[in-house]
Each structure stands twice: as structure tokens, then as C-alpha cells.
């Protein structure tokens, strides 16, 4: 009796890794589905006991824990807790650079995110260098026209444009279109988003012959009647001239 249950014992314990996979696993799923849906409290109930489980069964610095880390972190940036998700993102990028490599895609997945946290609270500088790393890392395992590789151009090009540093936004904007353009459909919502901020860039610096070349349904570029209008100096009150005097 004593060997029987020993042996049933070990067999439990042999098998209780392959339970956990199985469960958290599900839970993944579950997190993702809940989260598109806009349930980030489900969300995060079902990303953090993943990551609880996964770690169980796989141990800390499993890159599949690192993946369950971002997955966190991610619901927990779309609720605004900065604060929870950096420290998360941080031992993701930690497994993964040890576990992969500095400069395996995975790696540039987690700094990307890291630069869109601090974008988020227009922290401009330490986004600005994890999104410059993430860009380098793509560029240099993916190639310079990989979907990827334009998300990059386009994160810090639309850091550029938030603190009105249009003459860096340009550049990576419009490779980052040129990208989406080749690859993507006319309707997509990636290359969508690209155009109209390369659109918000050349109203916002007065090219608009340029703009509307990117001008999508439902904007409007200045004719050339409204532009000198725009340009007209707005009359002092009561169409005084304040130099007389």
C-alpha cells in the first residue's frame, strides 16, 4: 500500500507542471479575449493568476513567465497603473535579454512597450531611448521594411510630433507609412493612423499641399482662400489701430 501510493504521489507530482500549462495557458487566452472586450478588471484577474501558475510550473525566469509579466503589465497600463506595470515590463525585458539575448525581437517587443509607458506620462526622454533601442534591435533582426519595424518609426515619430519637433517626426513618419503602404490594405487601421499623423504634421508646419496628400475623409485641408485668411492679422478692437496715438 505504501508503494502504491508513492507511486501515486510521484505520478501527481509528474503530472501537476502539465496541469499548470494547461491552466494558464487558458487563463491567457482569457486575459487577451477580456481585455479586447474592454474587461480590464477581468483582464487582470485572469493575466495575473497565469502568471502566478506559469511561474509555478516553469520557475521565474522562464521566458514564457516573461510573456505573462507584459501580458500584466499591458492591462495594467490600459487602466493608467503605471506604476504596477513598469516593474513587470522591467523583469520581462530582464528574462528575456537573458534567456534570448539583447538583440532578439522579443527584447525590442519589451522595450517598445516600456517607451509607450513613459509616453504615456510624457516622460519624452527614457521613452524616447527604449523606443530608439526597440527601433535598432528590429531593423537589425527583422530588416528595414518589416511591419515591426515600422511600428518603431512610428511610436517615436509620434513622440517627436507631442513635443512639436516636427523635422525628426518627418522623417520616421514617412518611412513608417511607406512601410504600412506597401503592406498593409487602404482601410487599415495601422496605416490609417500613420497617414493622418504625417496629415496633423504638414497642416501643423503650413505645407499643406503636402497635407493633402494625405488627407483622409472627414479632414480638411486649408484652400488656398482660407489659408490667406489665416493669414490676415486679426483687427484690434473696434478696428483701432493700437500704434496710433
Known amino acids: ?19 499548470f500549462a494547461q491552466e494558464w495557458k487558458v487563463l491567457s ?8 472586450k474592454g474587461d480590464l478588471a477581468g483582464a487582470e484577474a485572469a493575466a495575473s493568476r497565469s ?23 499591458v492591462v495594467y497600463r490600459a487602466q493608467k497603473k503605471y506604476a504596477e506595470a ?21 527584447v525590442a517587443v519589451t522595450l517598445n512597450n516600456l517607451g509607450a509607458l513613459h509616453d504615456a506620462q510624457d516622460q519624452f526622454e527614457p521613452a524616447e531611448g527604449y523606443y530608439k533601442r526597440s527601433l535598432a534591435i528590429r531593423e537589425k533582426a527583422l530588416g528595414p521594411e518589416h511591419l515591426e519595424v515600422a511600428a518603431s518609426l512610428n511610436s517615436l515619430g509620434e513622440l517627436y510630433m507631442a513635443q512639436r519637433k ?39 508646419t503650413e505645407r499643406f499641399a503636402l497635407a493633402e496628400e494625405y488627407q483622409q475623409e472627414g479632414q480638411v485641408t ?6 490667406r485668411r489665416m493669414a490676415i492679422p486679426i483687427p484690434s478692437p473696434k478696428g483701432f489701430d493700437p500704434t496710433v496715438r
Do not use: C
Request: glycine share 2%.
Open 1 to 19: 500500500m505504501q508503494r502504491q501510493a508513492a507511486v501515486l504521489a510521484l505520478a501527481a507530482a509528474l503530472s501537476a507542471p502539465a496541469a
Open 29 to 36: 487566452d482569457q486575459s487577451v479575449a477580456l481585455y479586447q
Open 51 to 73: 502568471l502566478e501558475l506559469a511561474t509555478a510550473s516553469l520557475g521565474p525566469e522562464s521566458p514564457i513567465v516573461a510573456t505573462r509579466l507584459n501580458n500584466l503589465a
Open 86 to 106: 513598469e516593474p513587470l515590463y522591467l523583469r520581462a525585458l530582464a528574462i528575456r535579454e537573458k534567456a534570448l539575448g539583447p538583440n532578439h525581437p522579443e
Open 166 to 204: 516636427y523635422e525628426r517626426a518627418e522623417p520616421l513618419l514617412t518611412r513608417a507609412f511607406e512601410i504600412r503602404r506597401k503592406s498593409l490594405g487602404e482601410k487599415d487601421p495601422d496605416r490609417l493612423a500613420t497617414q493622418k499623423d504625417l496629415w496633423t504634421l504638414y497642416v501643423s
Open 222 to 227: 486649408p484652400n488656398e482662400a482660407q489659408r
